[in-house]
């Protein structure tokens, strides 16, 4: 409100065994990446998803096809990084919260990931959107990456490094708290894969 503080939002996801992570996003520097993660919330979108992908020493990602192709999850946003002209200081720090894309100009819609790599700014900095942090709940990342899983090899790209919990790790439910503040549809550039 007037003269008051303003909050980002607060993205909290509940596990299957009911603990959560919580992040912070921020607007401020990657807006429609943050628009696009609040619509897609706010539709229920992101509730009762198997976590698809973990990347040792790399990034553990909740999904990297849109959920396995959702219509409604997949689709193409502007990269909001360097690389592809937008501004964006925040460092792949362990922790950091960012968005798959092709590393050069666009960002998927829904497949963000966590850093939980000490070593991965020189793979991501400038070349994806960092749109959050973990603010509490990390130990659960830290739990997730260590659960047995089966490596899961992409026909169209072999070499990517995804190995899917053997257990369901699932996101059972996903929150949103804006402050009172109204975030708008992201702009999405096309529907379907990049």
Do not use: W
Request: with cysteine; aromatic share 10%; net charge negative.
């Amino acid at each position: 409100g007037e003269g008051g503080i303003f909050m980002n939002p607060i993205m909290c996801i509940t596990l299957n065994n009911q603990k959560q992570i919580k992040i912070e996003l921020y607007p401020d520097i990657a807006p429609n990446t943050v628009n696009s993660m609040i619509t897609l919330i706010q539709q229920g979108l992101l509730d009762h998803r198997p976590i698809q992908r973990i990347a040792y020493d790399f990034v553990l990602q909740f999904t990297y096809n849109g959920f396995n192709h959702d219509p409604k999850c997949e689709y193409i946003i502007d990269g909001e990084f360097d690389e592809n002209g937008h501004s964006n200081p925040i460092a792949f720090e362990k922790g950091v919260v960012g968005m798959g894309g092709d590393g050069s100009s666009i960002a998927s819609g829904c497949d963000f990931f966590i850093v939980i790599g000490d070593h991965c700014q020189e793979r991501l900095n400038g070349k994806f959107t960092a749109f959050g942090r973990v603010i509490s709940g990390y130990e659960e990342v830290d739990r997730i990456i260590q659960v047995p899983t089966k490596k899961i090899i992409r026909a169209d790209n072999p070499n990517v490094d995804i190995n899917e919990p053997l257990v369901p790790e699932i996101m059972e439910r996903v929150t949103v708290e804006t402050f009172g503040i109204e975030y708008p549809k992201p702009h999405i550039l096309r529907y379907g894969e990049s």
